[in-house]
């Protein structure tokens, strides 16, 4: 197999969602981390990996691919032969789908970008991001209680979308408390329980000290 290599922070959410899929996957892989204080996501050798400046990207062999969901897919579909993690059926690919579009939509707008504000210190007002990430987290909590499981996509047994877990998981550093959200609490408990699952790096702020 040729050597897998991921470009990430260890602070960035975006990047643990792909350290953490590669994990669960079993699949040797080599972290380069990159330093958002020296700007080295906007040096030209990086720029040369990713236009955008941004983290992750992974290396696999002679092949670059930025975007942590473009990853998940790639990864998914080259070492997942189960189907498992994104299944060629439909019905069930739309909803993997689904998540996705809501990870990269409502969960960073919300408790993505409050809890980036806090763990690298910026002066914004994020009430309008934890709000959001509030009613998000009411509703997938009422998904997870109707679907009466752990997992947002159901396959051969309970799955985790684990494009969603990292920033529920540490949303609590960015000023949003899970404490009203118990299937919420559930899910983030059945992932790190999964063989293989990867912590993120936890952050003390002052505004998760706040929603205690």
């Given at each position: ?15 643990h ?127 997870l ?47 790190e ?20």
């Open positions: 197999m040729e050597s897998l290599t991921l470009y990430r922070h260890p602070l960035s959410g975006h990047s969602r792909v350290e953490l899929f590669l994990s669960l996957l079993g699949l040797p892989f080599r972290m380069v981390d990159v330093s958002f204080a020296a700007r080295e996501h906007k040096a030209p050798e990086f720029i040369a990996k990713n236009p955008f400046g941004q983290l992750p990207v992974l290396e696999h062999g002679a092949l670059v691919i930025p975007d942590s969901m473009a990853i998940l897919v790639y990864l998914a579909k080259t070492y997942d032969t189960t189907g498992r993690w994104f299944p060629s059926e439909p019905a069930l690919a739309a909803q993997v789908q689904r998540w996705f579009s809501v990870a990269a939509g409502q969960l960073v707008e919300g408790p993505a970008r409050a809890r980036a504000v806090a763990v690298f210190g910026r002066d914004v007002d994020t009430t309008a991001n934890r709000e959001l990430a509030r009613h998000l987290f009411a509703t997938l909590d009422a998904h209680v109707a679907a009466g499981r752990p997992f947002f996509v159901f396959l051969f047994d309970d799955t985790a979308t684990t494009e969603i877990y990292t920033y529920v998981g540490h949303a609590p550093e960015g000023g949003v408390s899970l404490a009203p959200f118990p299937a919420l609490r559930g899910f983030v408990g059945a992932v329980a999964l063989p293989g699952f990867v912590p993120m790096q936890a952050t003390d702020t002052a505004a998760g000290r706040a929603a205690e």
